[in-house]
């Protein structure tokens, strides 16, 4: 071959390439790839999560990690994640890969009795391919399992298997989508949808539907409710399954909203009405929607409850069926059950009975609303008499109860719904109508109404009621504790087990309810429903929220004890919004979440002693009271060793915490007359530090400070002497130092790399700022302010150690100033009450000043122009406040205590 054929076959192929490049940025690369097309047409259930450290957290906050991490399908997601991270050299490295991706975790019905979950996670940047590709290669490499490759439908597979065992991972990444499924089949079906992809995807009805772009969503729900049958199905016995067909038809699909808020996890979205003929919907489209008045008869032992609300009830029944007894049976009762149908309307309901054990048959009942209860008692008289029933009744209370004679009455009256009353028991209370399928079941209900037992006299299920929509078409209500056996009993065999494991977890949230709000105008195109589900469980904790504004800015969390301490802000990574720690006038220590919720109480033996400590990362908090010291982690357990108990005879005044180092923390406790005790977070004790005896009382805390390795404890006294302690008790050299002056709290440290570099600023009596080194060197002297012998100095430093302000009190007046001796503001208070400052630096131009007058019960809040905020002060029964800053909103969100009432501001300067 020539040269120059060679060279135009070589620049020929660099063309095609070239062009082929070209045509794939710009018609393939350029359009995005739809995450719903991925997802295969079968899914009964899709989550899409989003932020999923903020996740993680509500889902502790919640307090259902705990009860996740113990379900065995969530252990070996975990063990599958930790054995990630050992393979890629990482800590949490797949929770940080998934940030904030859009992630989609689909349910499918693979097999009877066998159901499987499909994992959806995009790939956004060639750093993240390469840890999916290196992840991969380890585990090719790891001697415990195998990879291999295989192509389905032109897309190659991915098959990840642990060697002698049949149970794996499929992978297939499709334009940066990685799908992860342990069953082969739902990624091949994924492989097989590439093929088509004109078809509809399972959210088409919901396209323009982005609950995201609201505040708060934890995740999208979408339910296909026509293939939640075939899902139950793999769980309850087959009987049980043609009822939850029957409820499951008011709609085709929905899509909602998922939140997690403290003691609830809320859905709300919108479903597409079923269409398919005598389906729920078609029944009782254009019925009414009601509220559900019937709580005054429904007993607080139900289980479960199905409320439909309508007009006539005879819309229920919408084609009759051909029901179970002799044909003379029809020709005898004639037309009664029709004219006793005509006589129910406005609210229906199923409801099912807690029972005492798995094997004893649950109590039945159907309730119904009759506007006429006399005409209602007649009909029931005729239909007895017609059928040849006993006129026997029995009595419970004030209440009778008869036999019917009427095999499947209930079906007959109210439609396919209503069936499984052999042999049907009914009595009347006020204007509903009670049947049951046995007398026992009946005597129960009438036991509980005239026990005054229902839903309108439980305060829990009052509050649950008032969270619901107030009318709906279809309410399905569920408590989790009642229904335990009666879950027992329906489960398939094999599937028992497996509920008995997670009990926990079922019992998290006992109040569950599912409604379901049609439009206003049904015929209108497009119609949908509203649909509201709610897992709760009742509010038993030591506080209750509510909104603060009319505007909905801010937020108020009512104690049932009152509040003794001052808030405490608790930063949370990724959280706009911190936590807060305050403790009540009953010593209890609560930690609240950013959504105004109590996560955990602890009781302590007395009131707090000075601020918490807060530990990095999750190791929880440091905290002291007057006779032990306490660590709690991030859920409020208690950390082992603690508590630490002081000597009978000492007080604690402070608690001052080493700032790191190796090995574990010290803690120094300073006691009422002076002595210094030190330990560490092991409960071991120091010599020269049991206790550490000085000649005058302290000004204030001690500082815990490690420069160089080397740890140093600097004490300031009254008197004006400032000592810097090592580890062995024994003062550096230099030191003691006089400042010149009577010394108060108050101090500011610089860290440096030595302790000559390390500078310490003090205030002293004379208005003089005294900095000095580790090295016992007075480093600058000047006088900020002019003193006189009833003024008092002290030092302020910002919420970070970073900054500071001086502060001169005489008598009434308030002066501050800034370092260089520039005054900031002058104010005159009318009482001699204590008063504390507080300065907060957020950056150029955020600066604030808390001036908080402890008599009446204000805190007077500058800005950085030394403006009042809120143009007067707040209300504030605290000796401090709290305030943050989120810089994303440019708000301020300031934190104070009035009586038993936690209040967060919101101000936006």
């Not at 949908?528 to 897992?535: E, H």
């Not at 550096?732 to 570099?757: C, H, Q």
């Not at 002293?764 to 060197?777: A, C, I, K, R, T």
């Not at 009833?790 to 919420?799: A, C, G, V």
Request: aromatic residues 8%.
């Amino acid at each position: 071959m020539s040269n120059r054929i060679l060279v135009f076959l070589t620049a020929l192929l660099l063309l095609t390439a070239l062009g082929s490049y070209v045509y794939y940025r710009r018609t393939v690369a350029s359009i995005p790839v739809d995450p719903w097309a991925l997802v295969p047409d079968d899914a009964v259930l899709v989550a899409v999560t989003r932020d999923h450290p903020t996740l993680v957290r509500h889902l502790k906050e919640t307090q259902l990690w705990d009860n996740l991490s113990a379900v065995r399908y969530f252990q070996q997601v975990q063990n599958q994640l930790t054995l990630a991270d050992s393979l890629t050299g990482g800590r949490n490295v797949v929770l940080r890969f998934l940030g904030r991706k859009r992630v989609f975790t689909s349910l499918h019905v693979t097999g009877p009795g066998k159901f499987d979950v499909l994992f959806q996670i995009p790939i956004s940047s060639v750093r993240e391919y390469r840890q999916v590709r290196s992840l991969v290669e380890g585990l090719g490499r790891s001697s415990r399992f195998q990879v291999t490759t295989r192509e389905v439908a032109g897309q190659q597979l991915t098959e990840v298997r642990e060697r002698g065992s049949s149970e794996g991972l499929t992978l297939l990444n499709y334009r940066n989508h990685l799908l992860i499924s342990a069953s082969p089949a739902l990624v091949e079906a994924v492989a097989h949808r590439l093929n088509k992809p004109e078809a509809p995807t399972v959210a088409a009805d919901f396209q323009t539907t982005d609950y995201f772009q609201l505040q708060d969503v934890d995740a999208t729900l979408l339910l296909n409710q026509r293939r939640l049958p075939q899902l139950l199905s793999v769980f309850f016995r087959q009987e049980l399954t043609a009822e939850m067909a029957a409820v499951a038809s008011l709609a085709r699909n929905e899509m909602t909203e998922m939140k997690l808020a403290g003691n609830k996890v809320a859905f709300a979205g919108f479903a597409n009405p079923e269409t398919t003929h005598d389906g729920l919907h078609q029944r009782l489209l254009g019925q009414p929607a009601q509220r559900l008045r019937m709580a005054e008869v429904l007993p607080t032992r139900s289980a479960l409850v199905v409320h439909v609300s309508l007009g006539p009830a005879a819309a229920l029944r919408g084609q009759r069926a051909a029901l179970p007894g002799p044909d003379s049976l029809a020709a005898v009762v004639g037309s009664l059950p029709d004219s006793l149908t005509a006589q129910l309307s406005q609210e229906v309901a199923l409801c099912y009975l807690a029972t005492p054990s798995a094997r004893a048959r649950p109590g039945k009942l159907v309730v119904a609303y009759t506007a006429n209860p006399g005409k209602v008692s007649n009909l029931l008289g005729q239909l007895r008499r017609a059928a040849g029933a006993s006129p026997a009744f029995g009595r419970v209370g004030p209440y009778q109860w008869y036999q019917t004679g009427v095999p499947e009455l209930p079906r007959r009256l109210l439609g396919s719904m209503f069936g499984g009353f052999a042999r049907p028991v009914v009595a009347q209370v006020g204007n509903y109508v009670a049947f049951a399928d046995d007398e026992a079941a009946l005597r129960q209900w009438l036991t509980d109404v005239a026990a005054g037992e229902v839903w309108s006299r439980s305060p829990t299920q009052v509050a649950f009621l008032q969270e619901s929509q107030p009318l709906a078409r279809l309410r399905v209500v569920l408590d989790t504790r009642n229904c335990w056996n009666l879950l027992l009993r329906g489960l398939q065999e094999e599937r028992r087990a497996g509920l008995l494991r997670n009990e926990a977890l079922f019992k998290r949230f006992p109040q569950v309810s599912m409604q379901w709000v049609p439009a206003a105008d049904e015929r209108e195109p497009g119609a949908q429903y509203f649909t509201q589900f709610v897992l709760r469980h009742p509010v038993v904790g030591p506080a209750e929220a509510r909104p603060q504004n009319q505007n909905g800015t801010g937020s108020t969390l009512a104690f049932k004890t009152p509040l003794a301490s001052s808030p405490e802000a608790v930063l949370i990574s990724g959280a706009k919004l911190p936590g807060v720690l305050v403790q009540d006038t009953a010593h209890v220590l609560h930690y609240v979440t950013p959504d105004n919720v109590v996560a955990w109480s602890d009781t302590l033996p007395g009131p707090l002693v000075g601020p918490t400590f807060r530990l990095p990362g999750a190791a929880g908090f440091l905290l002291a009271t007057p006779g032990q010291l306490f660590q709690f982690n991030n859920r409020g357990q208690l950390q082992p060793n603690f508590p630490l108990n002081l000597p009978d005879t000492v007080r604690a005044t402070s608690l001052s915490v080493s700032s790191g180092g190796v090995g574990p923390r010290r803690l120094l406790v300073a006691g009422a007359s002076g002595n210094l005790f030190l330990y560490d977070t092991q409960g071991r004790t120091f010599p020269g530090w049991q206790p550490k005896q000085l000649e005058f009382r302290l000004a204030g805390p001690a500082h815990y400070l490690t420069v160089a390795g080397h740890d140093v404890v600097v004490v300031l006294l009254e008197n004006g002497y400032v000592y810097a302690f090592d580890e062995a008790g024994s003062p550096y050299p230099g030191f003691p130092i006089s400042m010149g002056g009577r010394l108060t709290e108050g101090v500011l440290t610089e860290p440096g790399a030595t302790l000559s570099r390390t500078r310490v600023t003090v205030v002293n009596q004379h208005g003089e700022l005294v900095s000095f080194n580790l090295s016992g060197d007075i480093v600058s002297r000047r006088r900020v302010a002019t003193w006189s012998r009833t003024s008092r100095f002290r030092l302020i430093p910002d919420q970070q150690q970073r900054t500071y302000v001086v502060v001169r009190e005489d008598g009434g007046q308030l002066s501050l100033f800034d370092p260089t001796g520039r005054q900031l503001l002058n104010q005159r208070f009318v009482t001699s009450a204590p008063r504390s400052v507080q300065y907060f630096n957020f950056g150029a131009g955020r600066q604030l000043y808390a001036l908080t007058e402890t008599g009446p019960g204000q805190v007077f809040l500058y800005d950085a122009r030394l403006r009042l905020v809120g143009g007067q002060p707040f209300r504030s029964t605290a000796p401090q406040v709290a305030l943050t800053y989120d810089p994303t909103t440019n708000i301020y969100h300031l934190f104070r205590v009035t009586g038993n009432e936690l209040r967060r501001t919101d101000v936006k300067l």
